[in-house]
């Protein structure tokens, strides 16, 4: 399981473990209070009462923390906040200033709790009320000093936070609509240009093959003729189906690089690819390039899908060997769990492809505990330092 990210609610046990602890390190600050009850000199009675107020405001502090976000239970949630804020005030002013430090988790809660049109009056409206509670409590107006800026700073930071949440979201579901409208639009253009490439063939044979019937009983000659006409149109029919099934297929490495690093951020891997990638400084004609984005594309389904890393590297060099420059193809993660010893389809169709170009595949674990390295090699058409 990755880390829990910004704008994601934790769905296994131990994403609300990992989040639980992030937010319990701020309960650090509790310590003035806990202090209080420990040795504040109260009452056995008032040291229990005081327990059980610090108990119920942190249990209600965090519930309005890991609440999810129901945009019609926003009066319940200011009522809750209403609720929070007097128990901030009784404990303050009922055990002493040690306890106004409630207040700077009211203002965080309710930046983090409220929308913006509302939070952005609560958190000045909650740092108001802790100084009416400091300047009341004996001694309070020592400790204004340093929790009203925390207050403020807090909640607002809680309100920043909020907004880039609900801004995340937006880009998340902006990019699948897009993803969905390109995929249509690809469809649309490949109906097109499939009705443009066979519908004028198709019409021929058809009308063709109904001369041929008219003439086959009379003319058998100009008939042989017709069919000999369909033939020819059915294979020039299907070699512009190929050249266009090709075209549509043949991925580039700019293009591959583009969607990897699409593919890796959106599976929260951290990506290293090269900026650019142009096949001439590699000495690459398009059959070259061809193989070695599909080898890019392979290997990044592979670490997206099954990898569980956190990182993955690519890199692309022209290396001279004994044999001449090579294109040289390495993509790099460091996850836990290695592919299988026996390979998938994936990997022996790439094997296959690079060595019908006189290339070569070798994939296997990294280099230390855990990871694993795929590289692909081709022989480049230029000399080393050729490519500009």
Not at 43 to 67: E, K, Q
Not at 138 to 156: N, Q
């Amino acid at each position: 399981m990755g880390p829990v990210r910004i704008g994601q609610q934790p769905e296994t046990r131990r994403g609300k473990i990992v989040k639980g602890m992030w937010t319990g390190v701020w309960l650090f600050y509790l310590s003035a209070p806990v202090t209080d009850l420990v040795s504040g000199g109260h009452s056995t009675g008032v040291r229990v009462l005081g327990a059980l107020g610090l108990a119920a405001f942190v249990a209600w502090y965090l519930v309005l923390i890991f609440r999810s976000q129901r945009p019609n239970n926003w009066n319940r949630v200011f009522l809750s906040l209403v609720v929070l804020a007097a128990q901030s005030a009784v404990l303050s002013l009922s055990l002493g200033r040690e306890w106004l430090v409630l207040y700077v988790y009211v203002s965080i809660a309710s930046g983090a709790a409220l929308p913006l049109e509302w939070s952005r009056w609560t958190v000045p409206g909650t740092t108001a009320l802790l100084v009416a509670t400091g300047l009341a409590v004996p001694g309070g107006d020592a400790y204004l000093v340093g929790l009203v800026v925390p207050a403020l700073l807090g909640g607002f930071a809680m309100v920043g936070v909020r907004q880039m949440v609900r801004t995340t979201m937006e880009l998340r579901q902006a990019r699948a609509t897009v993803a969905a409208l390109a995929a249509n639009e690809e469809r649309l253009r490949m109906a097109r240009d499939l009705h443009d490439l066979l519908g004028h063939s198709l019409s021929l044979i058809t009308l063709k093959s109904e001369l041929a019937g008219r003439m086959l009983p009379d003319h058998p000659d100009r008939a042989a003729q017709q069919v000999a006409d369909i033939e020819r149109v059915s294979r020039q029919a299907l070699v512009d189906v190929r050249e266009a099934v090709t075209g549509y297929r043949r991925p580039t490495l700019p293009g591959e690089l583009a969607g990897a690093r699409t593919a890796l951020t959106a599976a929260g891997v951290v990506a290293v690819l090269p900026d650019t990638a142009e096949p001439e400084a590699y000495g690459l004609d398009e059959e070259r390039e061809a193989a070695l984005a599909w080898s890019l594309r392979e290997a990044v389904t592979n670490v997206v899908r099954h990898s569980g890393a956190a990182r993955c590297t690519v890199a692309l060099e022209l290396r001279e060997t004994l044999g001449g420059p090579v294109a040289e193809l390495t993509v790099t993660d460091d996850g836990e769990s290695a592919p299988s010893a026996a390979p998938g389809n994936g990997l022996t169709g790439l094997r296959e492809r690079l060595e019908a170009l006189d290339g070569s595949l070798t994939a296997g674990p990294a280099t230390g505990r855990k990871g694993f390295r795929l590289t692909a090699r081709i022989p480049a058409r230029l000399p080393l330092g050729s490519g500009s």
